[in-house]
C-alpha cells in the first residue's frame, strides 16, 4: 500500500516521496539553475549583442555579462571591456527562446539537463506522473484516501526565470512560481 510518504523505486523520480512528486518544491537546487543557465547563455549564437561580450559570469543568484575587450593594446582590467547597457528583457528572451513551445517547456527542458547531468531535483509539482503511474505501472495504486490527502495540498508549480537588472552588467535572477491545486 502506498502512503503520501511511500518512496517510488522506479522511474525519473525514483528515491523521491509521492507526497514530493505530487506537490513540488518551493526551493529548487540553486546549483542545478546556476548550471542550466551558464551552459543556455554560453553556448549560443544567435544572440545579436554577443559581438560585445565576451561571455557570462552565472553564480547562485546573480548573471554578470563579461563584456569584450574595449582596446587590445591596453591591459586587460575592468574598464578595458565593454559595458552593455541594460539588456534584461533580451536575455530573458533568450533563455525562454531554448525552452520547448509547450507551457511546461522550461520545466522539460530542466528535468532533460538534470537528467544528462544525474541531478536528481524536484522542479515543481508532478500530480500528472502520479496519475500515470497508477494508468502504466503494475501494482502501482494510491488509495482513495491518500489521493484526499494529497488533493490538500498546494502544488508549487515552477514557471520560469525573472531577472532583474542590478546595473554595473549584472541581472539577479530567480525562479518563478504558481500555485495550483489538483484533484485526481
Known sequence: MNTKESKLNFGKYKGLQIKEIFQGSLYIKRELIRCYLDEVLNNIDEFTELNFIDRFDVTDKIIK??????????????????????????????????????????????????????????????????????????????????????????INRFNGIVLLYKGNNEYEYREMMEFDNFKF
Open 65 to 154: 555579462i563579461i563584456g569584450n575587450i574595449f582596446n587590445e593594446e591596453k591591459p586587460l582590467i575592468e574598464s578595458n571591456r565593454v559595458v552593455t547597457s541594460n539588456l534584461e528583457k533580451k536575455i530573458s528572451n533568450l533563455i525562454s527562446s531554448h525552452w520547448k513551445s509547450t507551457n511546461l517547456g522550461i520545466l522539460e527542458n530542466i528535468r532533460e539537463y538534470a537528467k544528462k547531468n544525474n541531478i536528481v531535483s524536484i522542479l515543481g509539482g508532478d500530480p500528472e506522473y502520479l496519475v500515470w503511474c497508477e494508468e502504466n505501472i503494475e501494482n502501482f495504486e494510491l488509495e482513495y484516501c491518500v489521493k484526499k490527502e494529497l488533493e490538500q495540498l498546494t
